[in-house]
């Protein structure tokens, strides 16, 4: 395992040169903040990370060889004190449950302001997550709770098990078949999580569990 210095570097990765460009040009401009490096795939932003050990990688999303999920998990195998901002045009909630499950830190969407991005970067050098407004969960979802102990903790291991499989797109058929379960019974974990966790659909399961930070 390769320790890095969260508050060293940044690698810069997405396959638009001319984005790619400005976001170097952004954070070169900003005091404290060094540059190491860029790519343009997934492949290159790999052997960049292991070359370079940046302490922070703004990764896109859609790279031309690999998801920047992708990417990102095969990075964070190997450097796992990396910290790594998404940046994507696509937000939904499977895009940003997918990257935090990965490993991700922050989630930032492309058209956000420049500051924003400036913000992500200076929260996840101190370790704290950022979502972009528009990812992130707001006051209205209808999974906000108001106690003070996420119904969460009140799961079983099997239950937490399903949980996680149902959020990553497994079917029942899937999820039984690798716990030696019926389809049936899958079902019926599958209303059991959603009666406990006061939510009506797999959206509302996803952004319960991004509110909840539980996404290891």
């Known amino acids: 395992m390769t320790e890095v210095d969260p508050s060293c570097g940044i690698l810069v990765v997405d396959d638009h ?39 922070i990688i703004i990764m896109d999303l859609l790279l031309p060889d690999m998801s920047g999920i992708d990417a990102t998990r095969r990075i964070l195998a190997s450097l796992p004190l990396t910290r790594v901002i998404m940046l ?38 101190e ?36 949980l996680h499989r149902i959020v990553a797109g497994a079917s029942s058929a899937a999820i039984g078949q690798h716990m030696s379960l019926s389809p049936k019974t899958i079902d019926t974990y599958r209303g059991r999580l959603m009666t406990k966790l006061g939510v009506s659909n797999r959206s509302e399961l996803i952004r319960f569990v991004i509110e909840n930070e539980f996404v290891a």
């Open 17 to 55: 040169g001319i984005v790619r460009e400005g976001l170097i040009a952004l954070l070169k401009g900003q005091g404290g903040i060094q540059v190491l490096g860029s790519a343009k795939s997934g492949a290159e932003a790999i052997a960049a990370a292991q070359r370079l050990r940046p302490g």
């Open 88 to 125: 994507s045009s696509r937000h939904t909630i499977e895009h940003v449950y997918g990257a935090l499950r990965a490993g991700a830190l922050g989630y930032v969407v492309k058209n956000a302001p420049a500051e924003e991005l400036l913000q992500a970067v200076r929260s996840v050098r």
């Open 127 to 162: 370790g704290r997550r950022y979502l972009s407004p528009q990812v992130a969960p707001t006051p209205g979802d209808a999974t906000c709770y108001s106690s003070p102990k996420s119904p969460l903790e009140r799961l079983s291991m099997r239950e937490r098990d399903v």
